[in-house]
């Protein structure tokens, strides 16, 4: 079961962060958005697990209704938040009840790609995932802060810093280097403290959304090294201390 389960949280992830449109997002009430979305749910389902299996049908099939519900919600975090915990509680469903499904795909003899598709799914998560999360969370913050301030920033570099935060504290926890994220912490806070020092809602605002980010990639990682453990190992030594 863990190896049908790490390949279908791989085609989760892919499908729903890296294979999916904005024009698929903002289509989503429409038929040939779901359809479409629907479509490249079924793909990598079975470029993940190497084969057709019934049971993916099933899965595309909740994965576009869970959507379709998410879509006529008022979004937000939690509508967010929601819609992966129903997503990844179909993907459990269906690997319990079909655990051989990666037994009986073409990588079924690649004992070492399952734990590498929990490593990129975790890698996704942390990183693509926790953009949108954060992004999410702080948005009604953000919406408060004066303009003089949001313009002064460089146009997507809170994301691109955000990616790569979480990026190396992702794999920081992963090599078996977690101290490393309180260096990581110390490094921003010290390159912050100028600028937001004399301004206290862009303090408050930079702590919340640091502390958002870091929290989430911990999260993420140490729960992609609860599920490595459960699968074949990589062969890659632990990076020493």
């Known amino acids: 079961m863990p190896e049908t389960l790490a390949a279908l949280l791989f085609a989760h992830v892919l499908a729903d962060f890296v294979f999916q449109t904005a024009w698929m997002v903002r289509?989503?009430?429409r038929a040939d958005g779901l359809a479409l979305h629907g479509l490249v749910v079924l793909a990598t389902a079975m470029a993940a697990t190497g084969g057709f299996d019934p049971g993916l049908l099933?899965?595309?099939?909740?994965?576009v209704g869970i959507d379709a519900l998410k879509a006529r919600s008022k979004g937000g975090l939690a509508a967010f938040m929601a819609d992966q915990a129903a997503h990844l509680a179909v993907i459990a469903a269906l690997a319990f009840g079909r655990p051989d499904i990666w037994a009986g795909g073409l990588w079924?003899?690649?004992?070492?790609?399952?734990?590498?598709?929990?490593?990129a799914a975790g890698a996704i998560l942390a990183t693509r995932a926790g953009g949108f999360a954060v992004g999410l969370l702080?948005?009604?913050?953000?919406?408060r802060?004066?303009?003089?301030?949001?313009?002064?920033?460089l146009p997507g570099a809170g994301r691109v810093i955000g990616l790569l935060e979480r990026g190396l504290i992702f794999a920081l926890v992963l090599l078996g280097q977690p101290e490393g994220v309180g260096?990581?912490?110390?490094a921003k806070s010290i390159l912050r403290f100028g600028a937001v020092r004399d301004d206290r809602a862009l303090s408050e605002y930079v702590i919340i959304g640091t502390l958002a980010s870091f929290g989430w990639?911990?999260?993420v990682a140490y729960a992609t090294l609860s599920g490595l453990a459960a699968l074949p190992p990589l062969g890659i030594r632990a990076v020493a201390p």
């Open 138 to 143: 702080m948005g009604p913050f953000a919406a």
């Open 108 to 119: 079924a003899g690649a004992t070492a790609l399952p734990a590498l598709m929990a490593v």
């Open 217 to 219: 990639a911990l999260v």
């Open 27 to 29: 289509h989503k009430r």
């Open 145 to 153: 802060l004066p303009e003089a301030i949001t313009a002064e920033s």
């Open 58 to 63: 099933w899965l595309t099939a909740l994965h």
């Open 183 to 186: 260096l990581l912490i110390a």
